[in-house]
């Protein structure tokens, strides 16, 4: 229990230290790389779960409502917002009908899927990692059929 309280704490650490100080800018974190998002499925030991197109989980928070986000700057500075430019591609397994975007502003679109905005966790080292999982009771990765799997990881 201690290695899993080290290995969440670490990043959370890191993650409120690269919020700053005082500035509120609860917009999403941008992605690195193209304008256009692809959304896939991948097998997990959860099952069928959403992932990016280089294969890192995707994640939602049960504050969310219809779309829209609950995630403020401390929170985006641990689970940063999957964004781009234009709206997101389906890829293998995706339902292009559930995909959706929430409009940001300086032209950032945060990528929804059924009705959940979708979220990075930044103790997620690898593609395939779920350590976000059941975070808080509030985290949860999200199945292709847009619903919350909310079984532990």
């Not at 992605?31 to 997990?44: E, K, M, N, Q, Y």
Request: charged share 20%.
């Amino acid at each position: 229990m201690r290695v899993r309280t080290a290995l969440i704490a670490i990043p959370l650490a890191a993650g409120l230290v690269a919020c700053g100080g005082g500035k509120d800018d609860s917009g999403p974190a941008k992605r690195p790389g193209g304008p256009r998002t692809a959304i896939a499925v991948a097998d997990s030991g959860l099952g069928a779960i959403l992932v990016d197109g280089e294969g890192r989980t995707l994640y939602a928070f049960t504050k969310d409502k219809d779309g829209a986000s609950n995630c403020d700057a401390k929170c985006v500075a641990v689970w940063p917002a999957l964004t781009g430019t234009a709206k997101a591609s389906a890829g293998r397994g995706v339902k292009a009908s559930l995909i959706h975007e929430a409009k940001k502003s300086g032209g950032a679109v945060h990528v929804t899927y059924g009705d959940w905005p979708l979220y990075y966790y930044v103790g997620d080292a690898a593609p395939g990692d779920v350590n976000g999982q059941g975070l808080d009771g509030e985290w949860f990765v999200v199945g292709a059929d847009g619903k919350l799997i909310r079984k532990g990881a």
